[in-house]
């Protein structure tokens, strides 16, 4: 019962935190469904900082789990891509839905090895 608790806790503040975020970018930028972007990169990068830092199992259910499991959002990214293709635009969805996913692959790593770098 105790970690789902933490779990609902680091989610509580991640979700906040991702819909602050979120809207602010998407009103700033034009770029399509920026906020939902910079947040996942923001997201990808931290998870893989903090997963090469072996945290206590407290810690990941509260930061890794819930936190980064709510800030970061795939439904979100999937609902928009949907909308692109519905709307028909191509581009759009494929600049969207390559750059989501490579360059969070790429933060993923590169939050890893900067984790790694800054640990040794």
Same mark, same amino acid.
Do not use: D, P
């Given at each position: 019962? %105790? ?7 680091? @989610?509580?503040?991640?979700? $906040? ?14 770029? #399509?469904?920026? @906020?939902?972007?910079? #947040?996942?990169? !923001? @997201?990808?990068? &931290? =998870?893989?900082?903090?997963?090469? %830092?072996? =945290?206590? &199992?407290?810690?990941? !259910?509260?930061?890794? $789990?819930?936190? !980064? /499991?709510?800030?970061? &959002? ?7 891509? =949907? ?10 969805? =494929?600049?969207?839905?390559? !750059?989501?996913?490579?360059? /969070? ?8 090895? #900067?984790?790694? $770098?800054?640990? &040794?």
């Amino acid at each position: 019962m %105790m970690n789902f608790l933490l779990v609902a806790v680091g @989610g509580f503040f991640g979700a $906040i935190l991702r819909a602050v975020i979120s809207k602010r970018l998407n009103h700033t930028y034009r770029f #399509v469904h920026f @906020g939902t972007f910079a #947040v996942n990169m !923001l @997201g990808s990068f &931290t =998870l893989g900082f903090l997963v090469n %830092m072996h =945290l206590h &199992t407290t810690a990941n !259910l509260i930061l890794c $789990i819930g936190f !980064l /499991g709510a800030f970061t &959002t795939f439904s979100t990214f999937k609902l928009e891509s =949907l909308t692109l293709v519905h709307a028909k635009q191509w581009k759009q969805f =494929l600049v969207y839905s390559i !750059l989501t996913y490579s360059v /969070g692959l790429s933060f993923a790593f590169a939050g890893f090895w #900067v984790a790694k $770098i800054y640990l &040794t």
